[in-house]
């Protein structure tokens, strides 16, 4: 209706032109109303076009923003008079030099109402981008930034097949793609520009509806998939793979609680409420009386004094997991191995050391479920005192990094059919 009578007015207006001029102007009269006739056919392509004028138009240089179009819509009666109006700038407007506007100023392209957006730069474009997607990441606050880290991780346990993340094939991708970007799900680089000398810059952007969609159905289906993980019988429940179950859990509820607040950001509108779901400690504690429950055999071959058994032990106790005999069903088995190395010019004894294990299953014909190797070089004056210093670093090297690696294998196993 209002299309109607914006048409009808400037209708009106040609035909006052053509009855206004003089009887000698032909020319004039003629030039007038077609001018007029223009200009009404111009602001009905501007209506239909989000308020933007054709390129060329005789209306095209105050324009209507598309804010100012929107609200003719809504309200007819308060057309904006043309000299109120601001210029609106295309999406692709850059400067006299080449540059998009987003570059300096993103939300001057994707507004705030539809897109949270950020700018990053690097000295090619893979930097660029993932400068970007960091920086998108800090708008959230340094609460959802903290957090990242637990995101990789479920991202990563997706992209392995630990986790199906969703029957949707869209939200399973975009959850491998943030893994790769090491970027929030959803993050998408909108574009990327070269300054023709030598830096890149990339806008990174999240459209505020479409992720509000895809975290609350990627939410309700991570809640599934944790109670699918512990439906378990009591028999499975005290085994690491009743163990990795609620570690598995953990990183699924972690990240839940990082997409719920990224919907708060957003304008959720889903009714999840972050201060409602369960936090991921809770199925840790869960995992550790399981592992007060599971004993761990450790046998080790070349052993001095018992000294790499212990630090084996030493770290599955930190774990939890207690001290098992020759009945264990689960049982660690390694091999120390020190021999000398010599080297040129070199007035010092060297001893290389190699520590071979493997975490086996006998319920699985003793499958091996994790191999750990640690390895290197120590040297002294004498034979006996740099063999020493070897078992000394291979006992350090254990208690480091073997608990760690052995939690990260646990926390992705892949859940075995029950």
């Known amino acids: 209706m209002f299309k109607v009578i914006v048409f009808l007015l400037a209708?009106?207006?040609?035909?006052?032109?053509?009855?206004?001029?003089?009887?000698?102007?032909?020319?004039?009269?003629?030039?007038?109303?077609?001018?007029?006739?223009?200009?009404?056919?111009?602001?009905?392509?501007?209506?239909?076009?989000?308020?933007?004028?054709?390129?060329g138009s005789p209306a095209a240089g105050p324009g209507l923003s598309s804010q100012a179009a929107a609200a003719q819509v809504e309200n007819p009666g308060s057309?904006?008079?043309?000299?109120?109006?601001?210029?609106?700038?295309?999406?692709?407007?850059?400067d006299a030099g080449?540059?998009?506007?987003?570059?300096?100023?993103?939300?001057?392209?994707?507004?705030?109402?539809?897109?949270?957006?950020?700018?990053?730069?690097?000295?090619?474009?893979?930097?660029a981008e993932r400068n970007a997607l960091a920086n998108l990441t800090g708008v959230f606050g340094q609460s959802i930034q903290a957090e990242m880290k637990t995101v990789n991780s479920y991202s990563e346990a997706v992209?392995?097949?630990?986790?199906?993340?969703?029957?949707?094939?869209?939200?399973?991708?975009?959850?491998?793609?943030?893994?790769?970007?090491?970027?929030?799900?959803?993050?998408?680089?909108?574009?990327?520009?070269?300054?023709?000398?030598?830096?890149?810059?990339?806008?990174a952007v999240m459209e505020k509806a479409k992720t509000s969609v895809l975290y609350a159905d990627l939410i309700r289906s991570n809640e599934r998939i944790i109670a699918d993980l512990l439906d378990m019988s009591a028999d499975e429940r005290n085994t690491l793979n009743g163990y990795s179950r609620c570690l598995l859990s953990a990183t699924i509820a972690d990240a839940d609680r990082v997409y719920a607040n990224v919907l708060t950001y957003v304008g959720n509108t889903s009714g999840i409420n972050p201060g409602e779901m369960k936090k991921g400690e809770e199925y840790r504690l869960q995992a550790a009386e399981i592992a007060r429950n599971i004993p761990i055999a450790v046998r080790v071959n070349g052993d001095r004094s018992d000294r790499i058994k212990a630090a084996f032990s030493g770290a599955l106790s930190r774990l939890g997991f207690r001290s098992g005999g020759g009945s264990s069903r689960y049982v660690l088995e390694a091999q120390l191995t020190l021999t000398p190395a010599e080297l040129p010019n070199q007035q010092n004894r060297f001893v290389r050391y190699l520590v071979d294990a493997e975490l086996k299953d006998s319920a699985g014909e003793y499958a091996v479920?994790?191999?750990?190797s640690a390895s290197g070089r120590e040297g002294h004056l004498n034979q006996p005192e740099a063999e020493e210093r070897a078992v000394r670093a291979a006992e350090r090297k254990i208690s480091d990094e073997f608990g760690a690696s052995l939690q990260d294998y646990l926390s992705t196993l892949l859940p075995g059919k029950k």
Request: one cysteine or more.
């Open 11 to 55: 209708s009106c207006l040609a035909l006052s032109f053509s009855g206004c001029a003089g009887s000698g102007a032909a020319e004039q009269k003629r030039s007038a109303a077609d001018e007029a006739a223009e200009a009404a056919a111009a602001a009905l392509a501007a209506l239909d076009n989000g308020g933007v004028y054709p390129s």
């Open 79 to 94: 057309f904006p008079e043309a000299a109120q109006v601001p210029q609106l700038q295309p999406q692709s407007a850059r």
């Open 98 to 127: 080449g540059k998009p506007a987003w570059v300096d100023a993103p939300d001057s392209v994707y507004s705030k109402q539809r897109y949270v957006a950020a700018v990053g730069f690097g000295s090619d474009r893979r930097q």
């Open 159 to 203: 992209r392995t097949g630990a986790i199906q993340a969703a029957e949707n094939n869209t939200v399973q991708n975009a959850i491998t793609t943030s893994a790769a970007m090491d970027s929030l799900v959803g993050a998408e680089i909108a574009d990327v520009w070269f300054d023709s000398r030598s830096t890149y810059y990339a806008a």
């Open 369 to 372: 479920l994790l191999p750990y």
